[in-house]
């Protein structure tokens, strides 16, 4: 039965007036946040995309008496990259975390920067602002980095978002109705992700409401 | 091609269309919508006929979400943050699973009155119109995201002495921001991207800066596709004016 009605919705008239919706006015979104705003980070608008600063997704869950949080973003190599392995050491990733009213104000700024090794192919990672944990921790990214109850992990991950934008871009372009339910375009793609797990303790005692939200500056300016 | 041409074009079939419901938090009812019976005798098709109506979509921000401890969508995305409450449950809007189906939730937030039985912010993702879950699984525990695909270039995983910049936050200049998945990207037409990445959280707030920008892009959108959705026997937010 399940399955009649993924079949029948595949089809139907409700999916096109709901993938309309994704199709105008603004386009598509290539992921959540993904090649948004288009002006600095969609290669199809801007000639030169800042793409490692372009956020992808920003996750927020909890469960067993730590909050996980994962923002994951363009650069710096998807799987079919040909050029060299770089993270961008320009650019500032911060994840805001607000643990009290107001909720447009944070109370941590977990900052994070990359730079490169002595050696080809190394590349680390710097973050502060962590809750909980004094100064900073720095390691090589594709590591797992523990400090202080705090796990951080950087590095290429599967694509962890799902969802038909084919469908959203055939129904866009022939006006044929295509949107389907069985296929993701995101299988097999990857991205970079930060993510982190942080102990409940570390955000502060009696701590039950989160705000979180990302943001990427570029040093000396937009490319 | 018009949605109502498109819609014109789908098979009576298709539209029998049967929606797992929801209860208090999306789940439990159902709603049904009936197929058309189908033509004995051929007839002409109907030609569309234009109609001149606007929708004002100022009760899908001020509608209580099922299940959200009578927050609406205007306390979910003013600020634009993603927002957890640890007592609960991670679902969406409630915080953001990796798992969460988070384009169908925001499509019935966004569409549905939530005051009609049957309808919840899961209606879509019980069907469900996009795929249902990530081609690969998450883990369990920590780093909880998959292994990449592939044989990717991965950096070493090794080295000492890394070259990290050390300027103040004001050498840099905003490129990028995000708080709940695809507000931006819906609900903020292109001559705000810039003022509206660059902007803060408290800025959101500041008289409610966006709201107005938000209802009227989610007002074109019912313009567009209202009248599809109803013709699910799917009961819009949006008023018609």
Redesign the interface.
């Known amino acids: 039965m399940r399955r009649i009605?993924?079949t029948?919705?595949a089809?139907?008239?409700?999916?096109?007036?709901?993938a309309?919706?994704?199709l105008?006015?603004?386009?598509v979104?290539e992921s959540?946040?993904h090649l948004?705003?288009?002006?600095?980070?969609d290669g199809g608008v801007d000639p030169n995309p800042?793409i490692p600063?372009?956020?992808a997704?920003?996750?927020?869950?909890?469960?067993n008496g730590t909050?996980?949080i994962?923002m994951t973003f363009a650069g710096p190599?998807?799987?079919?990259?040909t050029t060299?392995?770089y993270?961008d050491?320009?650019?500032?990733y911060k994840i805001?975390i607000?643990t009290a009213a107001?909720?447009?104000?944070p109370e941590f700024t977990i900052?994070y920067?990359?730079?490169?090794?002595?050696?080809p192919?190394?590349?680390?990672?710097?973050i502060e602002g962590i809750p909980g944990v004094t100064g900073v921790i720095?390691g090589?990214?594709?590591?797992?980095l523990q400090k202080d109850g705090v796990?951080v992990?950087v590095?290429?991950?599967?694509e962890?978002?799902?969802?038909?934008l084919i469908g959203f871009r055939e129904?866009r372009s022939t006006?044929?109705?295509s949107?389907r339910?069985?296929?993701?375009f995101?299988?097999?793609?990857?991205d970079t992700?930060i993510?982190l797990?942080i102990p409940?303790a570390n955000l502060g005692a009696g701590?039950?409401?989160?705000?979180?939200?990302?943001?990427?500056?570029?040093?000396?300016?937009?490319i | 091609?018009s949605?109502r041409?498109?819609?014109m074009?789908?098979?009576p079939?298709?539209?029998?269309?049967?929606l797992?419901g929801c209860g208090e938090d999306g789940a439990g009812s159902q709603v049904v919508v009936p197929a058309p019976l189908p033509s004995t005798t051929s007839t002409a098709t109907p030609t569309a006929t234009a109609t001149a109506v606007a929708y004002d979509s100022t009760n899908c921000f001020l509608q209580p979400i099922q299940g959200q401890n009578g927050a609406n969508l205007k306390s979910f995305i003013i600020?634009?943050?993603?927002?957890?409450?640890?007592?609960r449950p991670?679902k969406f809007p409630n915080?953001?699973?990796?798992e969460d189906q988070?384009?169908d939730i925001l499509?019935a937030t966004?569409?549905l009155d939530m005051s009609v039985t049957g309808q919840g912010p899961n209606t879509?993702a019980n069907?469900?119109?996009?795929?249902?879950?990530?081609?690969?699984f998450?883990l369990l525990t920590?780093?909880?995201?998959?292994?990449?695909?592939?044989t990717?270039?991965?950096?070493?995983?090794?080295?000492?002495?890394?070259?990290?910049?050390t300027?103040p936050?004001s050498?840099?200049?905003?490129?990028?921001?995000?708080?709940n998945?695809?507000i931006?990207?819906?609900l903020?037409?292109?001559s705000m991207?810039?003022s509206?990445?660059d902007d803060?959280?408290?800025g959101?707030?500041a008289n409610d800066k966006y709201l107005t920008e938000y209802e009227h892009?989610l007002d074109?959108?019912f313009g567009?596709?209202g009248d599809?959705?109803e013709?699910?026997q799917?009961k819009i937010c949006a008023k018609k004016t």
Do not use: C
């Open positions: 009605f993924k029948l919705l089809g139907s008239a409700g999916a096109a007036s709901l309309a919706l994704m105008v006015p603004t386009g979104a959540a946040d948004d705003p288009p002006s600095r980070t800042d600063a372009d956020i997704d920003v996750f927020a869950w909890h469960s909050t996980k994962a190599v998807s799987a079919a990259a060299p392995l993270y050491r320009d650019v500032l805001n607000s107001p909720g447009n104000t900052k920067r990359f730079g490169p090794g002595q050696n192919g190394e590349w680390g990672v710097r720095e090589p990214v594709e590591q797992d796990k992990r590095g290429l991950f599967d962890p978002f799902f969802f038909d129904t006006g044929t109705l949107i339910n069985n296929r993701n995101f299988d097999t793609q990857n992700a993510v797990e409940d701590v039950t409401n989160l705000g979180v939200w990302g943001q990427t500056a570029r040093f000396g300016g937009n | 091609m949605l041409k498109i819609a074009m789908a098979t079939l298709a539209l029998a269309l049967t797992i600020p634009d943050t993603l927002k957890l409450d640890l007592t991670t915080g953001r699973h990796p988070v384009v499509l966004l569409l879509l069907v469900p119109l996009n795929p249902q879950r990530n081609d690969k998450f920590f780093p909880f995201l998959p292994t990449p695909n592939g990717p270039q991965v950096a070493t995983g090794t080295g000492t002495n890394f070259n990290f910049r300027d936050d050498a840099y200049v905003s490129v990028d921001r995000m708080g998945p695809a931006a990207t819906a903020v037409s292109s991207k810039l509206y990445n803060t959280p408290t959101d707030v892009e074109k959108l567009l596709i599809d959705v013709k699910l799917l």
